[in-house]
Nanobody, 118 residues
Framework: QVQFVESGGGLVQPGGSLRLSCAAS????????MRWYRQIPGKERESVAE????????MYADSVKGRFTISRDNAKKMVYLQMNSLKPEDTAMYYC???????????WGQGTQVIVSS
């Protein structure tokens, strides 16, 4: 069964850093481009970073470019998001997921909450 377990969120002051981790299982992780998404209550989930299956060609939303870095470890089936220079507007629940739906049904993990506040 396809599963995602996100971790690493927390409360951080503006300007601080966090590193999010996502453990994936139940599919051929190394064959899929992966994304980090975030969602604020009442708003649609948005993509913030994407990385190709081989770990090349990272792409970022304009709002996080230069501050966030996505990476992956295919041997461990993990994807990471290093977040620096955090801003209050980065406060959201963060999720990882493949770019392309696996098995016809998109499944989400529980997410990890990031709160940026002084």
């Amino acid at each position: 069964q396809v599963q995602f377990v996100e971790s690493g969120g927390g409360l951080v002051q503006p300007g601080g850093s966090l590193r999010l981790s996502c453990a994936a299982s139940g599919f051929t992780f190394s064959g899929y481009d992966m994304r980090w998404y975030r969602q604020i209550p009442g708003k649609e989930r948005e993509s913030v970073a994407e990385i190709s299956a081989t770990g090349r060609r990272p792409m970022y939303a304009d709002s996080v470019k230069g501050r966030f870095t996505i990476s992956r470890d295919n041997a461990k089936k993990m994807v990471y998001l290093q977040m620096n220079s955090l801003k209050p507007e980065d406060t959201a629940m963060y999720y990882c997921n493949p770019v392309v739906v696996v098995g016809g049904v998109r499944r989400w993990g529980q997410g990890t909450q990031v709160i940026v506040s002084s």
